[in-house]
């Protein structure tokens, strides 16, 4: 096995590193997992996850966890209402005895974590390493964190976000900025926090349109809601620095000046004490991109082929990069670790420009002057089919 006798650092304990670490520790590899976070307590953000047939349910499979997967799935966040700007409800998924989206089963992004991190050997997983550089040594990396520590590794895995700092080691093309800004938000205890919004959704999920805009929210098991407002708008329309409270009232004055057309029953989200805001302009990486392999580096997921939300692709495709690599580097198919992650890069890259294609074409979509009419046609053609 290429990986035999060889210390395999994966920077990042999000949904592909983890994914990673236990295929290969499947196999037998040595494998370590750093990630920044202090430890697993630390809450989870992030919208709740539908799994796709092919991409991230098929890499849960091959991890052997699909009974665990099933386990805490929550079929009722499947469930969809499409509203327009004021909550008019134009259609409900609630009516059919099965969801539109049945076959991309859902679960919170918590309880995801949690099944892979049990499943990975003893101390696989590193906590509190915020990776700040690494240096060639020998045939592999030293690799440098926040707080002081290092470690050695034969072959580094970046698998550490939208934002890597590892994928510069690999000298790939910068982000594109998409035309699109979006707000997340996030509210604890939203049943008493924003009881109307967290009442509308049924234990489903919401996507509202309007004037070329878009929010969607759901409630998460933890009884929290995250919600995403997004529009077109300039790439640097906030300040990239400063404290909480600066952030948050750039944040409300940005949301009350460009949803001023929305119902005032969204204020319940973007006036409450109780939300902590996020802002995140939309970037993706070139279609066409590509960069010199290495035989000791490499990177999956949002590190590879960063892309807007707006077609649930990211994670899937996160995923299923774990899956490809995991196979590349144990199945006997390559005679040099170069050609197997060459291999891997370049059907990784197509895969990526595709899933970024449709996520563009998707983000057009949804921020368009007819966006409410398409996607109830889109929906209604599914429901149609099921």
């Not at 926090?193 to 878009?214: C, I, R, S, Y």
């Not at 902590?276 to 970037?283: E, H, K, L």
Request: proline share 3%; glycine share 8%; aromatic share 10%.
């Amino acid at each position: 096995m290429l990986i035999e006798n060889k210390k395999i650092a994966v920077v990042g304990g999000g949904m592909a590193g983890l994914t990673l670490a236990r295929l290969l520790q499947m196999e037998g590899a040595d494998v370590q997992v750093y990630e920044r976070d202090f430890s697993r307590d630390v809450r989870v953000q992030g919208s709740t996850l539908d799994l796709h047939e092919g991409t991230g349910l098929e890499a849960i499979k091959r991890a052997g966890l699909i009974d665990e997967f099933y386990k805490y799935h929550r079929p009722t966040a499947s469930k969809l209402l499409i509203v327009d700007k004021n909550l008019h409800i134009k259609f409900d998924d609630h009516d059919h005895i099965a969801a539109v989206a049945e076959n991309r089963p859902e679960i919170d992004r918590a309880p995801l974590r949690d099944i892979l991190l049990n499943s990975l050997n003893k101390n696989t997983l590193v906590w509190d390493r915020n990776f700040v550089s690494m240096e060639k040594h020998g045939e592999g990396w030293i690799l440098q964190f926040k707080n002081g520590q290092t470690a050695y590794a034969d072959l580094v895995v970046a698998a550490d976000g939208a934002n890597s700092k590892i994928r510069s080691y690999l000298n790939a093309p910068n982000p594109i900025y998409s035309g699109i800004t979006l707000v997340e938000g996030n509210i604890y205890d939203a049943h008493k926090n924003a009881p109307k919004l967290f009442e509308f959704t049924k234990g489903g999920k919401v996507m509202a349109f309007g004037d070329e805009q878009f929010i969607g929210y759901g409630t998460k098991g933890d009884g929290s809601i995250m919600f995403v407002a997004s529009t077109k708008a300039p790439e640097h329309i906030f300040a990239e620095r400063g404290n909480d409270v600066n952030i948050k009232q750039q944040v409300s004055k940005w949301l009350n000046d460009n949803f001023s057309g929305w119902s005032v029953a969204w204020n319940e989200f973007f006036a409450n004490e109780n939300v902590s805001f996020i802002p995140r302009p939309q970037y993706y990486f070139p279609l066409d991109q590509c960069w010199s392999t290495q035989s000791n580096l490499t990177m999956i997921g949002d590190a590879a082929h960063r892309m807007p939300p707006f077609a649930g692709e990211g994670a899937n495709v996160a995923m299923q990069d774990a899956s490809e690599l995991a196979a590349c580097l144990t199945n006997g198919n390559f005679e040099s670790l170069e050609i197997a992650i060459s291999y891997f890069e370049n059907q990784m890259i197509q895969r990526g420009a595709e899933a970024t294609r449709d996520t563009l074409e998707n983000s057009d979509r949804m921020h368009s002057a007819t966006a409410l009419q398409q996607m109830l046609d889109f929906f209604g053609e599914i429901d149609r089919g099921a």
